[in-house]
Protein backbone atom coordinates (compact mmCIF):
# COMPACT_ATOMS: atom_id res chain seq x y z
CA UNK A 1 0.00 0.00 0.00
CA UNK A 2 1.28 3.14 -0.93
CA UNK A 3 0.49 6.88 -0.45
CA UNK A 4 1.53 9.44 -2.82
CA UNK A 5 3.23 12.02 -2.81
CA UNK A 6 5.48 11.06 0.54
CA UNK A 7 4.63 11.70 3.87
CA UNK A 8 7.39 13.73 3.99
CA UNK A 9 5.43 15.88 1.60
CA UNK A 10 2.75 16.85 3.61
CA UNK A 11 5.20 18.57 6.55
CA UNK A 12 6.24 20.36 3.78
CA UNK A 13 2.94 21.47 2.56
CA UNK A 14 2.06 22.64 6.09
CA UNK A 15 5.23 24.57 7.09
CA UNK A 16 4.73 26.65 3.36
CA UNK A 17 1.11 27.39 4.03
CA UNK A 18 1.43 29.24 7.44
CA UNK A 19 -1.46 27.47 8.85
CA UNK A 20 -2.20 26.81 12.57
CA UNK A 21 -3.39 23.71 14.37
CA UNK A 22 -6.60 25.46 14.78
CA UNK A 23 -6.96 26.00 11.27
CA UNK A 24 -9.40 23.91 9.76
CA UNK A 25 -8.36 21.71 7.14
CA UNK A 26 -10.82 19.53 4.75
CA UNK A 27 -10.54 15.80 4.21
CA UNK A 28 -8.57 14.70 1.30
CA UNK A 29 -7.59 17.95 0.67
CA UNK A 30 -3.55 18.60 0.34
CA UNK A 31 -3.24 19.64 3.26
CA UNK A 32 -4.87 16.77 5.31
CA UNK A 33 -2.39 14.16 6.00
CA UNK A 34 -4.24 10.43 5.84
CA UNK A 35 -4.09 8.46 9.43
CA UNK A 36 -1.04 5.95 7.75
CA UNK A 37 0.79 9.04 6.62
CA UNK A 38 -0.06 10.76 9.96
CA UNK A 39 1.48 7.74 12.22
CA UNK A 40 4.43 6.90 9.96
CA UNK A 41 5.59 10.64 10.62
CA UNK A 42 4.65 10.75 14.66
CA UNK A 43 6.36 6.88 14.85
CA UNK A 44 9.59 8.17 12.46
CA UNK A 45 9.74 11.79 14.26
CA UNK A 46 8.82 10.69 18.25
CA UNK A 47 10.44 7.44 18.42
CA UNK A 48 13.56 8.20 20.81
CA UNK A 49 11.85 11.55 21.98
CA UNK A 50 12.95 12.38 26.01
CA UNK A 51 9.92 13.56 27.82
CA UNK A 52 11.15 14.87 31.02
CA UNK A 53 10.49 13.78 34.57
CA UNK A 54 7.57 16.48 35.11
CA UNK A 55 3.48 16.34 36.18
CA UNK A 56 1.14 14.79 33.48
CA UNK A 57 -0.07 17.94 32.46
CA UNK A 58 3.06 19.15 31.43
CA UNK A 59 4.37 15.85 29.68
CA UNK A 60 1.31 16.56 27.44
CA UNK A 61 2.33 19.60 26.59
CA UNK A 62 5.72 19.09 25.69
CA UNK A 63 4.93 16.42 23.68
CA UNK A 64 2.07 18.77 21.49
CA UNK A 65 4.91 21.18 20.94
CA UNK A 66 7.02 18.22 19.57
CA UNK A 67 4.49 17.40 16.95
CA UNK A 68 3.44 20.67 15.91
CA UNK A 69 7.34 21.13 15.28
CA UNK A 70 7.49 17.80 13.11
CA UNK A 71 4.50 18.30 11.28
CA UNK A 72 5.34 21.84 10.47
CA UNK A 73 2.96 24.12 12.42
CA UNK A 74 4.03 26.91 14.59
CA UNK A 75 4.24 26.50 18.08
CA UNK A 76 1.50 28.28 20.20
CA UNK A 77 2.47 30.31 23.20
CA UNK A 78 -0.27 28.74 24.53
CA UNK A 79 -2.79 25.82 23.65
CA UNK A 80 -6.52 26.57 23.46
CA UNK A 81 -8.89 24.51 24.63
CA UNK A 82 -10.81 23.25 21.28
CA UNK A 83 -11.85 19.85 20.87
CA UNK A 84 -9.96 18.23 19.54
CA UNK A 85 -6.54 19.98 20.58
CA UNK A 86 -5.79 19.65 17.03
CA UNK A 87 -8.38 21.13 15.28
CA UNK A 88 -7.14 21.24 12.04
CA UNK A 89 -6.10 17.38 11.46
CA UNK A 90 -8.82 16.49 13.94
CA UNK A 91 -6.49 14.69 16.18
CA UNK A 92 -5.84 14.64 20.55
CA UNK A 93 -2.96 13.37 21.83
CA UNK A 94 -2.49 10.83 24.50
CA UNK A 95 0.95 9.59 26.29
CA UNK A 96 0.07 6.51 27.70
CA UNK A 97 2.64 4.47 29.77
CA UNK A 98 -0.16 2.27 30.52
CA UNK A 99 -2.88 0.49 29.20
CA UNK A 100 -5.50 2.15 31.07
CA UNK A 101 -6.74 5.27 27.92
CA UNK A 102 -9.24 7.52 29.71
CA UNK A 103 -11.59 9.99 27.28
CA UNK A 104 -12.97 12.49 29.45
CA UNK A 105 -16.10 14.37 29.30
CA UNK A 106 -16.95 13.80 25.89
CA UNK A 107 -18.14 10.93 23.42
CA UNK A 108 -16.09 9.04 21.67
CA UNK A 109 -16.23 10.32 17.82
CA UNK A 110 -16.24 7.77 14.51
CA UNK A 111 -13.99 10.19 12.59
CA UNK A 112 -11.46 11.82 15.17
CA UNK A 113 -7.99 10.47 15.14
CA UNK A 114 -6.77 9.42 18.27
CA UNK A 115 -2.44 9.67 18.83
CA UNK A 116 -1.84 7.48 21.13
CA UNK A 117 2.07 7.44 22.78
CA UNK A 118 3.58 4.92 24.45
CA UNK A 119 7.04 6.06 27.13
CA UNK A 120 8.77 3.73 28.25
CA UNK A 121 10.11 3.64 32.56
CA UNK A 122 12.43 6.40 31.60
CA UNK A 123 9.72 8.59 29.39
CA UNK A 124 11.69 7.87 26.06
CA UNK A 125 8.86 7.78 23.42
CA UNK A 126 9.21 4.44 21.66
CA UNK A 127 5.57 3.70 19.80
CA UNK A 128 3.25 5.63 18.10
CA UNK A 129 -0.63 4.23 17.05
CA UNK A 130 -3.00 6.64 15.18
CA UNK A 131 -6.35 4.93 15.07
CA UNK A 132 -10.38 6.34 14.99
CA UNK A 133 -12.84 6.64 16.94
CA UNK A 134 -14.40 3.27 15.50
CA UNK A 135 -10.81 1.51 16.06
CA UNK A 136 -11.18 2.14 19.83
CA UNK A 137 -14.66 1.11 20.91
CA UNK A 138 -14.02 -2.60 20.86
CA UNK A 139 -11.51 -1.96 23.74
CA UNK A 140 -14.35 -0.76 26.46
CA UNK A 141 -14.48 -3.86 28.89
CA UNK A 142 -16.72 -1.23 31.39
CA UNK A 143 -19.72 -1.61 29.66
CA UNK A 144 -19.88 2.03 29.60
CA UNK A 145 -19.47 3.52 26.36
CA UNK A 146 -21.80 6.12 25.64
CA UNK A 147 -23.35 4.25 22.83
CA UNK A 148 -23.84 0.81 21.93
CA UNK A 149 -25.26 -0.34 18.67
CA UNK A 150 -26.88 -4.12 18.14
CA UNK A 151 -29.28 -5.48 15.46
CA UNK A 152 -31.34 -8.12 14.63
CA UNK A 153 -31.04 -10.58 12.18
CA UNK A 154 -34.57 -11.91 11.49
CA UNK A 155 -33.61 -14.77 8.94
CA UNK A 156 -30.39 -16.39 8.97
CA UNK A 157 -31.11 -18.22 5.84
CA UNK A 158 -32.24 -15.44 3.77
CA UNK A 159 -29.84 -14.45 0.59
CA UNK A 160 -30.61 -10.83 -0.13
CA UNK A 161 -29.84 -7.82 -2.01
CA UNK A 162 -31.48 -6.03 0.46
CA UNK A 163 -30.88 -2.13 -0.99
CA UNK A 164 -30.30 -2.19 -4.93
CA UNK A 165 -28.64 0.86 -5.05
CA UNK A 166 -25.76 2.61 -3.47
CA UNK A 167 -26.20 5.70 -1.76
CA UNK A 168 -27.07 8.78 -4.07
CA UNK A 169 -23.44 10.20 -2.67
CA UNK A 170 -21.34 7.04 -3.52
CA UNK A 171 -23.55 6.45 -6.94
CA UNK A 172 -22.38 9.35 -9.09
CA UNK A 173 -18.53 8.18 -8.56
CA UNK A 174 -19.51 4.63 -9.45
CA UNK A 175 -18.10 3.69 -13.16
CA UNK A 176 -20.29 1.12 -15.46
CA UNK A 177 -17.35 -1.43 -16.13
CA UNK A 178 -14.61 -0.69 -12.98
CA UNK A 179 -11.57 -2.34 -13.56
CA UNK A 180 -9.34 -5.26 -12.34
CA UNK A 181 -8.66 -6.06 -8.51
CA UNK A 182 -5.25 -8.03 -9.15
CA UNK A 183 -2.84 -5.51 -8.87
CA UNK A 184 -4.89 -3.91 -5.49
CA UNK A 185 -4.95 -4.65 -1.81
CA UNK A 186 -8.38 -4.77 -0.13
CA UNK A 187 -6.61 -1.73 2.57
CA UNK A 188 -6.08 0.76 -0.43
CA UNK A 189 -8.60 3.75 -0.29
CA UNK A 190 -11.42 3.47 -2.89
CA UNK A 191 -11.14 4.60 -6.28
CA UNK A 192 -13.96 5.06 -7.99
CA UNK A 193 -12.33 3.12 -11.43
CA UNK A 194 -12.16 -0.05 -9.48
CA UNK A 195 -15.28 0.70 -7.16
CA UNK A 196 -17.46 -2.27 -7.18
CA UNK A 197 -21.62 -1.03 -7.05
CA UNK A 198 -23.34 -2.78 -4.31
CA UNK A 199 -25.27 -5.07 -6.54
CA UNK A 200 -21.83 -6.28 -8.38
CA UNK A 201 -20.54 -7.26 -4.63
CA UNK A 202 -23.67 -9.15 -3.79
CA UNK A 203 -23.27 -10.86 -7.20
CA UNK A 204 -20.11 -12.30 -6.42
CA UNK A 205 -20.51 -13.03 -2.99
CA UNK A 206 -23.57 -14.12 -2.66
CA UNK A 207 -21.68 -17.76 -4.04
CA UNK A 208 -20.40 -18.11 -0.96
CA UNK A 209 -23.37 -18.66 0.69
CA UNK A 210 -23.81 -23.06 0.98
CA UNK A 211 -20.32 -23.21 1.38
CA UNK A 212 -18.43 -25.64 4.66
CA UNK A 213 -14.96 -24.88 5.94
CA UNK A 214 -13.01 -26.41 8.33
CA UNK A 215 -14.24 -24.43 11.92
CA UNK A 216 -11.04 -23.28 13.58
CA UNK A 217 -12.33 -23.58 16.88
CA UNK A 218 -15.42 -22.61 18.94
CA UNK A 219 -13.96 -20.20 20.35
CA UNK A 220 -12.37 -18.45 17.76
CA UNK A 221 -14.59 -15.67 16.62
CA UNK A 222 -11.91 -13.58 15.12
CA UNK A 223 -10.17 -16.94 13.30
CA UNK A 224 -13.69 -17.30 11.50
CA UNK A 225 -13.61 -13.94 10.33
CA UNK A 226 -10.52 -13.71 9.20
CA UNK A 227 -10.90 -16.91 7.25
CA UNK A 228 -14.49 -15.44 5.96
CA UNK A 229 -12.55 -12.17 4.81
CA UNK A 230 -10.13 -14.40 2.96
CA UNK A 231 -13.09 -15.82 1.15
CA UNK A 232 -14.32 -12.31 0.13
CA UNK A 233 -10.95 -10.73 -1.11
CA UNK A 234 -10.41 -14.26 -3.18
CA UNK A 235 -13.73 -14.11 -5.10
CA UNK A 236 -13.54 -10.69 -5.50
CA UNK A 237 -10.36 -10.90 -7.40
CA UNK A 238 -7.81 -9.43 -4.99
CA UNK A 239 -4.17 -11.40 -5.22
CA UNK A 240 -3.60 -11.34 -2.10
CA UNK A 241 -5.88 -10.94 1.68
CA UNK A 242 -5.22 -8.44 4.35
CA UNK A 243 -6.58 -6.89 6.68
CA UNK A 244 -5.95 -4.14 9.41
CA UNK A 245 -9.02 -4.50 12.11
CA UNK A 246 -10.25 -1.30 10.87
CA UNK A 247 -13.41 -0.28 9.65
CA UNK A 248 -14.26 -1.09 6.97
CA UNK A 249 -13.05 -4.33 6.96
CA UNK A 250 -12.28 -4.44 2.97
CA UNK A 251 -11.44 -0.41 2.56
CA UNK A 252 -10.97 -0.41 -0.91
CA UNK A 253 -14.53 -1.48 -1.33
CA UNK A 254 -16.25 0.66 1.27
CA UNK A 255 -17.07 -3.04 2.87
CA UNK A 256 -17.87 -4.33 5.81
CA UNK A 257 -18.20 -7.51 6.76
CA UNK A 258 -20.13 -9.87 9.59
CA UNK A 259 -20.42 -12.89 10.12
CA UNK A 260 -23.37 -14.16 12.81
CA UNK A 261 -23.70 -17.38 14.40
CA UNK A 262 -26.09 -15.58 17.09
CA UNK A 263 -29.27 -13.41 15.52
CA UNK A 264 -27.53 -10.34 17.92
CA UNK A 265 -25.14 -7.96 15.36
CA UNK A 266 -22.22 -5.94 17.45
CA UNK A 267 -22.23 -2.86 15.24
CA UNK A 268 -19.73 -1.13 18.31
CA UNK A 269 -20.18 2.49 19.46
CA UNK A 270 -21.30 3.78 16.21
CA UNK A 271 -23.76 3.75 14.08
CA UNK A 272 -23.97 2.70 10.26
CA UNK A 273 -26.25 5.61 9.40
CA UNK A 274 -23.85 7.93 11.01
CA UNK A 275 -23.39 11.02 8.82
CA UNK A 276 -19.94 11.33 9.98
CA UNK A 277 -17.19 11.76 7.30
CA UNK A 278 -14.58 9.10 6.61
CA UNK A 279 -10.96 9.54 6.90
CA UNK A 280 -10.17 8.68 3.62
CA UNK A 281 -9.32 11.09 0.43
CA UNK A 282 -11.59 11.80 -1.74
CA UNK A 283 -13.40 9.52 -4.15
CA UNK A 284 -13.51 11.87 -7.38
CA UNK A 285 -15.48 14.90 -6.09
CA UNK A 286 -17.36 13.04 -3.53
CA UNK A 287 -16.06 12.30 0.15
CA UNK A 288 -17.47 9.30 1.38
CA UNK A 289 -19.75 8.71 5.04
CA UNK A 290 -20.14 6.32 6.89
CA UNK A 291 -23.34 5.44 6.07
CA UNK A 292 -22.03 4.72 2.57
CA UNK A 293 -20.34 2.12 3.91
CA UNK A 294 -22.07 -1.51 2.20
CA UNK A 295 -22.11 -4.05 4.85
CA UNK A 296 -22.24 -7.87 3.75
CA UNK A 297 -23.86 -9.28 6.58
CA UNK A 298 -23.16 -13.45 6.06
CA UNK A 299 -25.19 -16.10 8.86
CA UNK A 300 -23.96 -19.22 9.15
CA UNK A 301 -23.78 -22.43 11.69
CA UNK A 302 -21.06 -24.20 13.25
CA UNK A 303 -21.46 -27.78 14.09
CA UNK A 304 -18.01 -29.79 15.45
CA UNK A 305 -15.40 -29.52 13.19
CA UNK A 306 -17.41 -27.38 10.14
CA UNK A 307 -18.76 -24.28 9.75
CA UNK A 308 -21.48 -23.49 6.92
CA UNK A 309 -22.40 -20.17 5.62
CA UNK A 310 -26.07 -20.11 5.74
CA UNK A 311 -27.55 -16.49 4.19
CA UNK A 312 -26.17 -13.16 3.07
CA UNK A 313 -27.64 -9.95 3.40
CA UNK A 314 -25.86 -6.82 2.03
CA UNK A 315 -27.20 -3.26 2.37
CA UNK A 316 -25.97 0.23 2.67
CA UNK A 317 -24.95 1.60 6.18
CA UNK A 318 -27.98 4.11 5.16
CA UNK A 319 -30.30 1.94 5.20
CA UNK A 320 -29.18 -0.98 7.48
CA UNK A 321 -32.33 -0.53 10.20
CA UNK A 322 -34.76 -1.07 7.40
CA UNK A 323 -32.99 -4.51 6.97
CA UNK A 324 -32.02 -5.38 10.59
CA UNK A 325 -34.20 -4.55 13.71
CA UNK A 326 -32.24 -1.92 16.04
CA UNK A 327 -32.39 -2.12 19.48
CA UNK A 328 -30.62 -1.07 22.52
CA UNK A 329 -30.34 2.21 24.45
CA UNK A 330 -28.04 5.06 25.06
CA UNK A 331 -26.01 5.31 28.08
CA UNK A 332 -24.37 8.52 29.25
CA UNK A 333 -20.87 8.65 31.55
CA UNK A 334 -18.61 11.30 32.14
CA UNK A 335 -15.53 9.22 31.70
CA UNK A 336 -14.55 6.30 28.85
CA UNK A 337 -12.18 4.00 30.33
CA UNK A 338 -10.14 2.15 27.74
CA UNK A 339 -8.32 -0.89 27.95
CA UNK A 340 -6.10 -1.56 25.52
CA UNK A 341 -4.61 -4.90 24.22
CA UNK A 342 -1.02 -5.89 24.82
CA UNK A 343 -0.40 -6.13 21.26
CA UNK A 344 -1.55 -2.78 20.47
CA UNK A 345 1.40 -0.73 19.66
CA UNK A 346 3.27 -3.89 17.86
CA UNK A 347 1.78 -2.76 14.40
CA UNK A 348 5.06 -2.32 11.71
CA UNK A 349 4.61 0.70 9.94
CA UNK A 350 7.49 -0.42 7.40
CA UNK A 351 6.29 -0.45 3.68
CA UNK A 352 3.33 1.54 4.11
CA UNK A 353 4.98 4.35 1.79
CA UNK A 354 7.25 3.31 -0.83
Given at each position: ????P???????????????????????S????????L???????????????VPI??????????????L?????????RV???????????????????Q???????????????????????????????????????????T?????????P???L????????????????????????????????????P????????????????????I??????G???????????????H???????????????????????????????D??????????????????????????????????????????T?????????????L????????????N???????????
Amino acid sequence: MSFLPPAREYVRRIAASGLSIYDPIEIGSDLWIPADALELILQTEMQGYQLAAVPIRTRSKLAKQRVCAVLGYPIPKSFSRVKPRFFGQNFDIYVQAADNLQVHNEELSPSRRYVIMRPDSNGVIQRVRVVSGTDLAPFDRTGKLTRKYQARVLDPEITLLATKKDTPNLAKELVDKPGSLKSKSPLDFPESKTLRPIADLFAKLAPIVGTTHRNPGILQERNRGELLHRLVADVLGYRNHADNGKFPDLRHQLLEIKFQTSPTIDLGAFSPDCEELLEFPAIGSTHAEHRDVRYAVFCGTIKDAEMTITGLSMVTGREFFSVFKKFGGLVLNQKIQLVLPRNFFDRNTEGLFD
